[in-house]
């Protein structure tokens, strides 16, 4: 029997996953001492990331083949907002950032080619595609949480933040992922399955820019 093609995703991205880990925005965000703008940054453009994430979760459901298909898609477009507009507001108010604050934020360079990126996927791929290229945020994300949560962050502002993605709530929602995938693979010719391995690379990369973007507090250049 044929591994799950996340196993050669993950594979096939293993070494940008290894850099992500030891990253110092995460190895310091770990250990409390991220410097707070570095986190303002992040939080900043993290808002902006997720409204077009969101964006791509709606055009999943637009291609989904069934009911139960379009209702997952549904409901993690429908978390996706719920997170902007409660788990941001909170860290957006003890950062000291209003809610006008984060709505006028420059799109940096990273975020506006991450999003692009995946909404180009959305658009012109088929839904085994887009399944693999937002695979990353959401595995990426719950592997940086469990890794993290073993430090214990001082800082509660961080604690909290790494508690969000290693609960078990969202690791139900990247279980739902990983079944979407492994079903939609199962289909899936050998140029497709080629396709939707370039793509969840991509956004591998894209994810180790972003953290990367605020760690230098990255701008245009001009």
């Known amino acids: 029997m044929a591994a799950p093609l996340r196993q050669t995703l993950r594979r096939a991205a293993a070494s940008i996953w290894q850099a992500i880990f030891h990253h110092p925005f995460l190895v310091e965000l770990g250990a409390g001492t991220l410097p707070r703008e570095k986190f303002v940054f992040f939080i900043r453009q993290d808002f902006l990331y997720l409204q077009d994430f969101a964006r791509v979760l709606c055009l999943g459901g637009a291609k989904a083949p069934d009911l139960s298909t379009m209702d997952l898609f549904a409901r993690h477009a429908r978390n996706t907002v719920l997170v902007e507009q409660a788990l941001h507001a909170t860290f957006a108010r003890r950062l000291g950032l209003s809610q006008r604050a984060l709505e006028r934020t420059p799109v940096a360079p990273v975020t506006h080619a991450y999003t692009r990126h995946l909404l180009s996927v959305a658009e012109l791929g088929g839904l085994g595609e887009l399944s693999a290229a937002i695979l990353p945020c959401y ?11 073993r430090s214990r962050p001082r800082n509660p502002l961080y604690a909290r933040w790494v508690h969000a993605y290693a609960g078990t709530e969202f690791r139900l929602l990247v279980q739902e992922q990983f079944r979407l995938l492994d079903r939609l693979a199962t289909d899936a010719t050998a140029s497709q399955r080629q396709r939707m391995t370039e793509h969840f690379v991509a956004s591998s990369r894209y994810e180790y820019l972003f953290w990367d973007q605020a760690y230098h507090l990255r701008n245009w250049p001009a």
Not at 139 to 149: A, C, S, T
Request: proline share 0%; glycine share 10%; aromatic share 18%.
């Open 139 to 149: 595995w990426i994300y719950q592997e940086v949480g469990i890794r993290l949560q």
